[in-house]
């Protein structure tokens, strides 16, 4: 069946340090989707990419979207403390079915 | 706007027992879902409703039910709470596909 498979599980960063979770699909995605998970709450929707390709940043938060429509990633610059949470991608397959990746649980160290 | 309301908050029940988690959104979104999350599985999908007066099953479907009682409201129901569903329970809904979901703030479920 269609995957989204999402590394890594967990990291573990100094406050400071750069933060990188990759997402692959087993097909191509019409979309893909990013979601940040505080502890204790629920998923919020960070953004959306569309189309191949595509980069879109948010501050210290930059997102890619490959070529191919496979991969994507999230990609934090200087990490802070309330970068802490869980990351989830979630893409769009071409029968309209959103697949979540696993998740990707950030720690930072003070 | 409440967005998506999830009752009740936490839950405590017994091998057998059953329930009925509730979930309601007012921004008169088409579609509702339900999630499961366990560590390290990620989100995973139980029954959805595409729109009201359907619905349809997810990846781990088994020992549940649902009920799209009207556009706003989606329940899920237990019928015989089992060990293995201890978990933590999402509600979310979108207006249309692709579309971002809006999540509730879950119900932390627990069977002994």
């Known amino acids: 069946g269609q995957q989204v498979m999402q590394i890594p599980q967990y990291q573990h960063v100094q406050e400071g340090e750069d933060f990188t979770t990759y997402c692959n699909s087993s097909t191509t995605l019409s979309n893909i989707q990013w979601y940040k998970q505080r502890p204790g709450g629920h998923p919020v929707f960070l953004i959306q990419?569309?189309?191949?390709?595509e980069v879109k940043k948010q501050k210290r938060l930059t997102f890619q979207f490959g070529e191919a429509k496979k991969n994507s990633s999230l990609h934090i610059t200087a990490t802070q403390t309330t970068d802490v949470g869980t990351y989830f991608c979630a893409g769009t397959s071409n029968t309209g079915k959103l697949i979540f990746g696993q998740g990707t649980t950030l720690q930072v160290k003070p | 706007n409440a967005g998506v309301t999830q009752t009740p908050k936490f839950q405590v029940l017994k091998t057998g027992q059953s329930m009925t988690l509730q979930c309601a959104q007012d921004m008169n979104h088409n579609s509702m879902y339900w999630y499961r999350q366990d560590p390290g599985m990620g989100l995973r999908l139980i029954y959805y409703?595409?729109?009201?007066?359907?619905?349809d099953k997810g990846e781990v479907p088994n020992g549940y039910n649902v009920s799209r009682l009207n556009k706003r409201e989606f329940s899920l129901r237990l019928e015989s709470a089992a060990p293995s569903q201890t978990s933590v329970y999402f509600c979310a809904s979108l207006r249309l596909g692709g579309s971002p979901l809006h999540f509730g703030n879950g119900t932390r479920l627990t069977v002994t």
């Open positions: 990419l569309v189309k191949s390709g």
């Open positions: 409703s595409a729109s009201e007066g359907t619905t």
